[in-house]
């Protein structure tokens, strides 16, 4: 069974300021993976995806995400936050084959500071 | 285009009550899944529903049921509530099969049970 791990439960930075958000997966073989953003009381939207392909995905809003097959990780980054940025971000694998079902991480909450 | 939309917006449910929710796919979309958020969790998969049958199914219980229509509209009915089924309730909509896993989500149904 696939499992998805946030080691950040709650990420700080300044408006400006670069950002990193960490994403780990289990998952036997290459899986689909996902970043998905959820402004509160908001369902979620989704940021980008990896199928197959080029690893450096490109997303809405200016994210982007990296598929590491050695590090099983795939990291959402931002050179630029904007305040609008602040909502909770989740990782999220779907397996390849039969299975459909997203396993998502517990999320990261995103504060941004003026 | 509208996306998924879900009703109703807010419950508010008694212990032992039962709960139906409603889900109309995105246009063009095919199959609906449902996923439970417990507050401060990301979302857990409940099930998946493709040509009005049960295709999938997460960890949970039987009295978790659901229906998909002929126009691809679906319900989630939940029996015999508990205190801790209090979520918010996502449905997400896709098409079938194996183009992508892209999920589309609605705002979901916040159930409260007191």
């Known amino acids: 069974a696939q499992s998805v791990t946030q080691p950040d439960i709650h990420i700080t930075v300044s408006e400006g300021a670069s950002l990193e958000l960490r994403c780990n997966y289990s998952?036997?073989?290459?899986?689909?993976l996902f970043w998905y953003v959820q402004s509160p009381g908001q369902g979620l939207q989704l940021l980008l995806k990896y199928f197959s392909g080029d690893t450096l995905v490109q997303g809405i809003k200016g994210f982007e995400a990296e598929f590491k097959r050695s590090q099983s990780s795939f990291n959402l980054r931002k050179p630029s936050v904007h305040w609008s940025d602040a909502a909770e971000y989740f990782c999220a694998v779907g397996a390849r084959g039969s299975a459909r079902q997203l396993t998502f991480g517990s999320g990261t909450q995103l504060t941004v500071l003026p | 285009d509208a996306g998924v939309t879900q009703s109703p917006t807010h419950l508010i449910k008694t212990r032992g009550q039962q709960v139906t929710l409603r889900c109309s796919p995105k246009s063009g979309h095919d199959t609906v899944s449902w996923y439970q958020q417990a507050l401060g969790q990301g979302p857990q998969f409940i099930f998946q529903y493709y040509e009005e049958e049960e295709r999938q199914r997460g960890n949970f219980p039987d009295r978790f049921s659901g229906h998909q229509f002929p126009n691809y509209s679906s319900e989630l009915n939940v029996n015999a509530l508990l205190l801790g089924d209090s979520a918010l309730y996502l449905c997400?909509?896709?098409?079938?099969?194996?183009?992508?896993?892209?999920?589309?989500f609605g705002p979901g149904t916040r159930l409260t049970v007191t």
């Open positions: 997400a909509s896709s098409t079938d099969p194996g183009r992508s896993y892209e999920q589309y």
């Open positions: 998952y036997g073989a290459t899986p689909y």
